[in-house]
């Protein structure tokens, strides 16, 4: 047999040794380094992306990486990727990992636990002293969240998509901060890695990532096989009014555009519960008010929607319904003045190719059995994920563990210590079978 060759029996058995090395008391360690990164006082963790702090966190992963005797470097997106050379560097690396930014109050799971368990994988290779045929590399994506600045998935994004960076830079945070320049300052903050080109081949790639919802937990099964993401659409809406006296103006001669949005918000929330046997899921999660000042009707109202299903005809029903309630609202004499939507973002739902879900649940049963469970769930994922966006660049799957409570995006975001060694087990067997393929 040439070296470079593998029989299906190397393969597996090489992904069973690196999955009986992951070790618990290092990925718990791992975590927790990485959360300190900030840490909340409640327990949560706020690292938006490209903050100073999230610079700190990633000067820290490059140091932990190194020391693993990964190669480190960045590209244009300024996302980071550890590499573990394979025995035929030629090959496209095999790619795992996820984010390291937060919501603005985050938990230090959502995204942090991908990234730190993709690098116990390289640590149990190192451990079992495994050489694989590809290389593998744990990637730590750029602005998942999309709560800095929006969109979300940016750096996985234009990582499949180039050209997507060029609108991207110009995008703003609240204070006015361009994503360009902080993205030029995260590039420079780290002279001493090397750049990468944007859309390099990969031959796979698996995230592995906390539920974020109910299913797993309720199901009281740790590991779940992930089938596809469900489709997501964005938009901003704009009601503008007229800034006036809150004590001196007649009620009904007011444009006040925060009646315009209420009456909207009223309509949605009506529709959207008329549609719960459709699973559609609608959140109004920004709102600006201008003055927003207490004694001065509201001169414009802007809110986001953010609304999501796993069937695309359920948004595209949805997006006539919200031309409708413009239309209503626009009817109002109390609400006169105008509103406009615009779109931000949307996404198809993703599917994943049936051969790497196959994957993913015989190194997830391989885990479970050794811990009395049978078989992992099936389920959709209810949150985005990078994973959305390499599926269309390469084959990919994803992993996940439980939620306690099916809570996140928020500081008591939390899966026990069990959940998340079987998580990391998984996907050091998925990975290391893909990296021998
Ligand atoms: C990702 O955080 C999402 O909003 O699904
Ligand atoms: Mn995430
Ligand atoms: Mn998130």
Not at 230 to 253: I, K, L, N, Y
Request: net charge negative; glycine share 8%; with cysteine.
């Amino acid at each position: 047999m040439n070296s470079l060759s593998f029989t299906e029996t190397d393969a597996t058995e090489s992904a069973a040794r690196a999955q009986d090395h992951v070790d618990d008391t290092r990925l718990q360690r791992a975590i927790a380094d990485l959360a300190a990164f900030g840490a909340r006082d409640d327990g949560g963790v706020s690292r938006q992306t490209l903050t100073a702090i999230d610079l700190e966190a990633r000067r820290h992963l490059i140091e932990h990486a190194r020391a693993l005797g990964c190669e480190v470097g960045i590209d244009a997106c300024a996302n980071l990727f550890f590499r573990r050379a394979g025995l035929d560097d030629t090959l496209p690396p095999v790619l795992t990992g996820s984010h390291a930014d937060t919501q603005p109050v985050g938990g230090k799971l959502d995204g942090a636990y991908g990234v730190m368990a993709g690098l116990e994988v390289i640590a149990a290779l190192n451990d079992a002293g495994l050489r694989t045929r590809r290389a593998i590399e744990v990637v730590a994506w750029t602005n998942e969240e999309g709560s800095r600045f929006g969109p979300g998935c940016m750096g996985s994004s234009a990582f499949v998509e180039p050209a997507r960076l060029t609108a991207f830079r110009t995008a703003t945070d609240g204070d006015g901060v361009r994503f360009g320049d902080a993205l030029d300052a995260a590039l420079a903050a780290v002279p001493d890695v090397p750049q990468l080109p944007m859309a390099r081949a990969m031959a796979s790639c698996v995230e592995l990532h906390i539920e974020q919802g109910p299913v797993l937990e309720r199901a009281n099964v740790p590991l779940g096989v992930v089938t596809g993401i469900q489709s997501v659409r964005w938009f901003r809406v704009t009601c503008m009014g007229q800034m006036a006296h809150a004590g001196t103006t007649p009620m009904d001669e007011r444009a006040d555009a925060m009646a315009s949005a209420v009456a909207l918000a009223q309509r949605l929330y009506a529709y959207a519960a008329a549609e719960a046997a459709t699973q559609l899921r609608l959140t109004l999660g920004r709102w600006l008010v201008a003055p927003n000042s207490v004694n001065t009707i509201p001169g414009s109202v802007t809110f986001t929607i953010d609304a999501r299903c796993v069937d695309e005809a359920v948004l595209d029903r949805f997006e006539l319904a919200l031309q409708t309630a413009i239309a209503d609202v626009r009817g109002l004499r109390a609400t006169r003045n105008d509103i406009t939507v615009e779109s931000l973002f949307r996404q198809a739902p993703t599917h994943f190719p049936a051969d790497m879900r196959a994957l993913v649940e015989t190194g997830c049963t391989r885990a479970l059995r050794q811990v009395g469970h049978d078989q992992p769930v099936r389920l959709t994922s209810g949150a985005f994920h990078d994973a959305m966006y390499l599926a269309g660049h390469c084959p990919t799957a994803m992993i996940f563990v439980p939620s306690r409570g099916g809570i996140s995006h928020n500081a008591a975001e939390y899966t026990d210590a069990p959940a998340l060694l079987l998580g990391a087990q998984a996907l050091a067997y998925t990975v290391t079978a893909l990296a021998n393929g």
